[in-house]
């Protein structure tokens, strides 16, 4: 996953890679938030054998439960940018600045595809799972409002669905990038709860 994640991030860098280029910043963005996370992993992986944390079941789950949220959260990504719709030949600009592939994998009219209604449980039973397990309070109010799925209040006061509000009629860019900068936060998080046990035990 990690060479598939890599080179999804090549093309992306690559599209972007002219300063005048509209799609220059997310690009720069996209590897900044992938080197990070490249940090993060081998941090969380360093403080899982620690004396303290390498039996502690409490630590197990909270990295079971990443683990596997993020490989949903990469393949939902690689179905995006591999998605068979994208023309390969044509200027990547125009590629990643349409909003179909993302409105097509999330959205069939108006109702959700069975990915989008996926995509909303994935991260609320990831929360909850995590939420249970982290004893800091700041890091819980962290927690809820990255990982929030509640409907959002727009400008004019009006409450949308979470994953209208986020994702419809989005650039597949930006969706990429934020996609990715979710999986830093989330990184982040299991992060900071090994260093808080490792502190309390």
């Given amino acids: 996953m990690k060479k598939i994640t890599f080179l999804l991030l090549l093309v992306i860098t690559y599209s972007c890679k002219q300063e005048n280029d509209p799609y220059f910043m997310y690009g720069l963005l996209n590897s900044e938030f992938d080197n990070s996370s490249e940090i993060l992993k081998v941090q969380i992986a360093e403080s899982l054998l620690n004396d303290k944390l390498i039996n502690n079941e409490s630590v197990k789950k909270y990295d079971s439960l990443t683990t596997e949220y993020i490989k949903y959260l990469d393949k939902t990504y690689s179905d995006l940018i591999s998605s068979p719709k994208i023309k390969k030949d044509e200027n990547h600009d125009l590629e990643f600045s349409k909003k179909e592939y993302i409105n097509d994998l999330f959205f069939a009219e108006n109702e959700y ?7 909303i449980s994935k991260m609320n039973n990831y929360r909850t799972g995590i939420l249970e397990l982290i004893k800091d309070k700041n890091l819980a109010k962290r927690v809820k409002l990255t990982l929030n799925t509640k409907n959002i209040r727009n400008v004019e006061g009006k409450k949308i669905d979470y994953l209208n509000y986020i994702y419809q009629d989005k650039p597949l860019i930006s969706v990429l990038t934020f996609m990715k900068n979710k999986e830093k936060s989330i990184l ?5 709860f090994l260093k808080n046990r490792k502190l309390n035990e």
């Fill in 188 to 192: 982040e998080f299991e992060n900071d």
């Fill in 113 to 119: 595809t069975e990915k989008g209604t996926e995509f």
